[in-house]
């Protein structure tokens, strides 16, 4: 059983730089052909896909938000990491890890982190 908890701040500031955490258990980071994606929910939208980073470590970046959005992972602790810079009050969503079998393909989500961004 694949198990994600993400993990991070609640409150960021305007302006600064958004920092979550994913611990994967029951699978590895590195487990060939499995894609580890970070996807949001702000109030009143639907999901949106940020990002992933494959079995191998390649990062994949929803255009919209590529600019702004780091993606990587610790295979040494088993972690995803999350980086968003510059965030604004529009970044203020509900924050989920997922995966493994692909981009769309979620098998397995963590039970998402609230951030919100406010001074």
């Known amino acids: 059983q694949v198990q994600l908890q993400e993990s991070g701040p609640g409150l960021v500031r305007p302006s600064q730089t958004l920092s979550l955490t994913c611990a994967v258990s029951?699978?590895?980071?590195?487990?060939?052909?499995?894609?580890w994606s970070w996807i949001r929910q702000s109030p009143g939208k639907g999901l949106e896909w940020m990002g992933a980073?494959?079995?191998?470590?390649?990062?994949y970046y929803n255009p919209s938000l590529k600019s702004r959005t780091s993606i990587a992972r610790d295979t040494s602790k088993n972690q995803l990491t999350l980086q968003l810079t510059s965030v604004t009050a529009e970044d203020t969503a509900v924050y989920y890890c997922?995966?493994?079998?692909?981009?769309?393909?979620?098998?397995?989500w963590g039970q998402g982190t609230q951030v919100t961004v406010s001074s």
């Open positions: 980073i494959s079995y191998s470590g390649t990062t």
């Open positions: 997922a995966g493994p079998r692909g981009v769309g393909i979620y098998d397995y």
């Open positions: 029951g699978a590895s980071v590195t487990t060939n052909y499995y894609y």
